[in-house]
T-cell receptor, first 116, second 109 residues
Framework: SAVISQKPSRDICQRGTSLTIQCQVD?????MFWYRQQPGQSLTLIAT?????????ESGFVIDKFPISRPNLTFSTLTVSNMSPEDSSIYLC?????????????FGPGTRLTVL | ELKVEQNPLFLSMQEGKNYTIYCNYS?????LYWYRQDPGKSLESLFV?????AVKQEGRLMASLDTKARLSTLHITAAVHDLSATYFC?????????FGAGTRLTVKP
């Protein structure tokens, strides 16, 4: 299994500012994903981050709002830009192991963001 | 667009009883996942189902997949309080997953 860490674990931010969330994996993985979980809701895929190429965004999410970096096979960042209270959510990164196609997808512990 | 419908959304059970959570999805997919989430926690992987007729069991939980019916079930046998959590099914969409709304399970003594 993959061990995933995220920083920060939580933050409280002011409207109009930006926050960068880091995701570190203990092994090399092909694909990394970023999800959002709004309060009391299910998870929604924001984008897929592949090393060496631009992230692929799901409908309703744009690069200007959620820029993503993927500099290597073990690390990715998600920035939440120009935040508003509606961005208050838990942001989770997830990985798809390259070691076994039959393996599950693993989730990081999440970053709980509150925007005032 | 792929839709994943999960029901029931809320489930209150007595300890010792059995129940099934259903997950329907609208288009074909290679993989279906079940996750558990405790309050304030991240997601814990329970099962990944890869083929039609796949059945997996872990303790009091058993998951199955019928790709022709586009249906997966999570069966709970003789529920215990420790199973209280939110359960999500999720369907692989080639890159990432589409999640159901989740079933909030409460097991009462």
């Amino acid at each position: 299994s993959a061990v995933i860490s995220q920083k920060p674990s939580r933050d409280i931010c002011q409207r109009g500012t930006s926050l960068t969330i880091q995701c570190q994996v203990d092994s090399q993985v092909t694909m990394m994903f970023w999800y959002r979980q709004q309060p009391g809701q299910s998870l929604t895929l924001i984008a897929t981050a592949n090393q060496g190429s631009e992230a692929t965004y799901e409908s309703g999410f744009v690069i200007d709002k959620f820029p993503i970096s993927r500099p290597n096979l073990t690390f990715s960042t998600l920035t939440v830009s120009n935040m508003s209270p509606e961005d208050s959510s838990i942001y989770l990164c997830s990985v798809d192991s390259i070691k076994a196609s039959t393996d599950t997808q693993y989730f990081g512990p999440g970053t709980r963001l509150t925007v005032l | 667009e792929l839709k994943v419908e999960q029901n029931p959304l809320f489930l209150s059970m007595q300890e010792g009883k059995n129940y099934t959570i259903y997950c329907n999805y609208s288009t074909t997919s290679d993989r279906l996942y079940w996750y558990r989430q405790d309050p304030g926690k991240s997601l814990e992987s329970l099962f990944v189902l890869l083929s039609n007729g796949a059945v997996k069991q872990e303790g009091r939980l058993m998951a199955s997949l019928d790709t022709k019916a586009r249906l997966s079930t999570l069966h709970i046998t003789a529920a215990v309080h420790d199973l209280s959590a939110t359960y999500f099914c999720a369907v692989d969409i080639g890159a990432g997953m589409r999640f159901g709304a989740g079933t909030r399970l409460t097991v009462k003594p």
